[in-house]
């Protein structure tokens, strides 16, 4: 069945979106993660102009993550201040980051920079996940006790806050900080961050593992819908037609990887995560190097 | 209130309505002088009559390509020693950049680039044999039928392919074609020929020119015009992104925050 999306004005088999979406739903059901890092280059690869595959792939991750957040919150596994000071460096974050797009836009160069920043971002922590994995698996064989909570220069900033569900009391510079980059490759790369905001929180901030779901999934649906409007107003390139299509699938198929997803254990989940993002960097960098099928392409100015 | 005003719009239109019936041709009175000076009765009859289809090809949810028909006769025979047909569509103009990939560093990144103004997003041209074989070369540029006979004002990087590869990537989406299928000629005198719009067709005004020609010459040429519009939802959401994006971006969030929720409750328990 083709169904017209009106603002990528292109016509294409809704069920293969939907396939799409449940795909990327099933992954990242089974790793815990939006997958939106997963979905945006699916769709550049179907052909959808990168602004709307950016813009409506932040606004399906919003969608996707939503219904965690909802259940995060009622097991009250929300730090709110954190979530908070996070949002609003997210905001910050991705303010810059749809200026920055909307200036590569003029110059020709998003498709070419939106896969650099998904290569170096994806490769670097792909790489990042399947050492850390094998290590933790061969730590698990070995049984060697590992420390709890470590102090570093981080902990000296100014600016200190209290957060309570937490039980955290530092500055607030570096997770607002962390919001900042985060919100900045969410407008760049149309992914909700969660890949990389979940292990930033771990350990950078140092929250225990069970507020970081849920406080991620906050700052995720938080700078999404910040994406979202920001696309809309500056660059018109919401196609909410795909982004529904897409949810779907992606609604469907999360919960499929959930159930999946329970039975594998921790480290060989994030090996094989990482394994899957390391795979996504090589086929962008591959498309990248290889010589294109057509030297010339057209943009048209609207 | 209303009924009054009912009964004042129709005592306005009465009048209007008793000099031309809707739906019927004006009737002309020969002792009228001001109607009987409108109708075109002095001008010889034109020795081409051509019509579309259609008024006007509809982009919906569904779209996946149309196509206009457009077909007439001709008061000179056709065909072989006698006349041809030439047709050109011609759809809405914008602003193209042309840009060509260059390798850096071992990358391939678009590199220079050429803004080519008012580009038709559409352009056909069809006739009973090519445009280059019927006219002179001066002639059929002048009128700029044919592809490349098209011309733009460019500006930016001037040496390159980039005329070429404007050309090239429109006919490889179908959106400019030439000779692409010919007119075809019944009993020497009714022609007509079906030209496929893509699925990538701009929205708005398409022109199109049907000419006669013969012993060189375009000797009658008649304008028609078409629509290709968006309607239904699909409209609907362009126009709202385009006039609120404001209000356009807050409903996305909120559409996809209500599907993921509603999603996630129905699909639970499956």
């Not at chain 1, 550049?44 to 219904?67: E, F, I, K, T």
């Not at chain 1, 979530?83 to 920055?100: D, E, K, N, P, W």
């Not at chain 2, 199109?208 to 629509?227: D, G, S």
Request: net charge positive; hydrophobic share 50%.
């Amino acid at each position: 069945m083709q169904v017209y999306l009106p603002i990528a004005e292109m016509s294409v088999n809704a069920f293969l979106l939907m396939g799409i979406g449940f795909g990327v739903g099933w992954l990242s059901g089974l790793f815990g993660v939006g997958g939106g890092f997963l979905l945006t280059p699916s769709l550049l690869l179907l052909g959808v102009p990168a602004p709307v595959a950016v813009a409506s792939g932040a606004n399906q991750v919003l969608g996707a993550s939503v219904s965690g957040l909802i259940a995060q919150w009622r097991r009250g596994n929300v730090d709110w201040v954190m979530g908070i000071v996070l949002v609003v460096g997210g905001l910050i974050g991705s303010a810059i980051g749809t200026q920055f797009f909307a200036w590569l836009r003029t110059l020709g160069l998003v498709d070419a920079v939106v896969a650099i920043f998904y290569i170096v971002v994806l490769g670097s922590l792909g790489s990042l996940m399947v050492m850390e994995s094998v290590r933790a698996i061969l730590r698990r064989r070995a049984s060697v006790p590992r420390r709890l909570h470590q102090h570093f220069w981080m902990h000296g900033l100014p600016l200190k806050l209290r957060f309570r569900k937490s039980r955290l009391f530092i500055s607030v510079i570096p997770p607002a900080l962390v919001g900042v980059v985060i919100g900045l490759l969410s407008a760049v790369m149309g992914v909700g961050g969660g890949f990389m905001l979940v292990p930033a929180m771990i350990y950078l901030i140092g929250m225990p593992t069970s507020v970081v779901i849920g406080t991620s999934l906050f700052q995720i649906v938080c700078v999404t819908a910040g994406v979202t409007v920001l696309a809309s107003v500056q660059m018109g390139s919401v196609d909410i037609v795909l982004t529904l299509l897409l949810l779907i699938g992606g609604v469907v198929g999360a919960q499929f990887g959930a159930a999946l997803g329970g039975r594998l254990r921790g480290e060989e989940t994030r090996f094989l995560l990482g394994l899957l993002v390391l795979a996504v960097a090589l086929l962008l960098g591959w498309g990248l190097v290889e010589a294109p099928d057509r030297l010339f392409s057209l943009s048209f100015d609207k | 209130m209303r009924r009054l005003l009912l009964a004042l719009m129709l005592f306005w239109a009465l009048p209007v309505a008793a000099q031309t019936p809707p739906g019927e041709p004006r009737v002309v009175l020969p002792l009228d002088p001001p109607l009987a000076a409108a109708r075109p009765a002095a001008a010889p009859e034109s020795p081409l009559i051509a019509h579309l289809s259609q008024a006007s090809a509809e982009i919906s949810t569904t779209f996946s390509g149309s196509s206009i028909f457009v077909f007439g006769t001709s008061a000179v025979p056709l065909g072989l020693d006698g006349g041809d047909i030439v047709v050109v569509v011609r759809g809405p103009t914008d602003a193209v950049t042309v840009r060509r990939k260059v390798r850096v560093l071992g990358m391939w990144f678009n590199g220079p680039s050429t803004r080519f103004e008012n580009v038709p997003g559409f352009y056909g041209v069809a006739g009973t044999m090519p445009a280059w074989h019927v006219l002179p070369e001066d002639l059929r540029r002048r009128y700029g039928i044919g592809l490349d006979a098209l011309e733009f004002q460019r500006s930016g990087a001037s040496s390159g392919n980039f005329r070429e590869a404007l050309e090239e990537l429109h006919r490889e989406q179908q959106l400019w074609l030439e000779d692409s299928a010919p007119v075809r000629v019944e009993g020497n005198r009714l022609f007509y020929v079906r030209l496929p719009l893509p699925a990538t067709v701009p929205a708005g005004r398409y022109g199109v020119e049907v000419m006669l020609v013969r012993n060189q010459q375009v000797i009658a040429h008649q304008e028609l015009a078409f629509a290709v519009e968006r309607v239904g939802t699909a409209a609907t959401i362009a126009d709202v992104s385009r006039e609120r994006p404001l209000l356009y971006g807050v409903m996305c969030v909120l559409l996809a925050a209500v599907a993921g929720w509603l999603g996630s409750v129905l699909f639970r328990r499956g």
